[in-house]
């Protein structure tokens, strides 16, 4: 179950990342553009908690990158284990892997768009 959580939980995270750089670079207020997303079938926990701290890039710790980076082993390890094949929990495994290089391992899991935001040639946020 644990796995599972960390999985869906990354992966959300991922995909939020992605919405605020996509929402930001097309020139779409990314605040109000969650609040749209949170109100329809896109509503998730982490848009109710988390979406006006990542617009904000507000990352203080409340459950690590380097946390979410040993539970992912522990679904990749799941995984072989079941001997079932999770690409997108690898490609989740990976972008936090990421954010551990580039030094956000003490930030929060929500940091993750700070390496979206890198991969677009978007300004990282501090």
């Not at 990314?30 to 006006?52: E, H």
């Not at 539970?71 to 490609?91: F, H, K, N, Q, W």
Request: net charge neutral; aromatic share 4%.
């Amino acid at each position: 179950m644990k796995a599972a959580n960390q999985l869906v939980v990354g992966g959300t995270y991922a995909l939020v990342a992605e919405a605020i750089v996509l929402l930001e670079a097309s020139g779409v207020d990314a605040g109000t553009g969650l609040d749209v997303l949170a109100g329809g079938l896109a509503a998730s926990r982490i848009l109710d908690l988390k979406r006006k701290t990542m617009v904000a890039r507000e990352f203080a710790p409340g459950f690590r990158i380097d946390l979410h980076h040993k539970d992912m082993g522990i679904v990749l390890s799941a995984a072989r284990e079941a001997e079932v094949a999770l690409p997108t929990a690898a490609l989740v495994a990976q972008l936090i892997s990421a954010a551990r290089q580039q030094g956000y391992g003490s930030l929060d899991h929500s940091a993750l768009l700070k390496v979206i935001e890198s991969f677009s040639g978007r300004k990282a946020s501090l």
